[in-house]
């Protein structure tokens, strides 16, 4: 007889910051926090690198990319780590670590939030 146990499966955990939570801009006008948080991610999107970078990821096959597949991008190395630290404070990218690369994913949940965001409400 065996004594090996199935272990459930669970979610990736997600950093309370990589879901920008703020209403579609017609909604309601924003609270504090949330316009700090809206100014956060379109200032970090504001940039030519890393919103080339952003769509690298977001469009990568998987939906996640390795630093090494993404870093074309005109600039040094450093560089793009620099954008990539940027995106992901901004609560944009998460990141995991495997062996000597870093692959980055954006969250389905932030493309959904900031899909809302800039979404008008119905007409009524």
Excluded at 3 to 10: E, F, G, I, M, Q
Excluded at 13 to 41: K, S
Excluded at 71 to 93: E, M, R
Aim: a negative charge.
């Amino acid at each position: 007889m065996s004594n090996t146990k199935a272990l459930p499966l669970l979610e990736p955990e997600v950093p309370e910051a990589a879901v920008p939570c703020c209403p579609p801009l017609t909604e309601r006008p924003f609270t504090a926090d949330e316009a700090e948080t809206a100014a956060l991610m379109f200032k970090a999107l504001g940039d030519p690198v890393r919103l080339r970078l952003f769509t690298a990821v977001a469009s990568h096959e998987g939906g996640e990319a390795c630093v090494c597949d993404i870093s074309d991008v005109g600039v040094s190395q450093p560089t793009v780590s620099h954008h990539l630290k940027k995106l992901k404070d901004a609560g944009l990218l998460s990141s995991e670590r495997r062996g000597t690369w870093v692959y980055y994913r954006v969250e389905p949940s932030v493309l959904t939030a900031m899909g809302r965001l800039l979404t008008t409400a119905p007409a009524a």
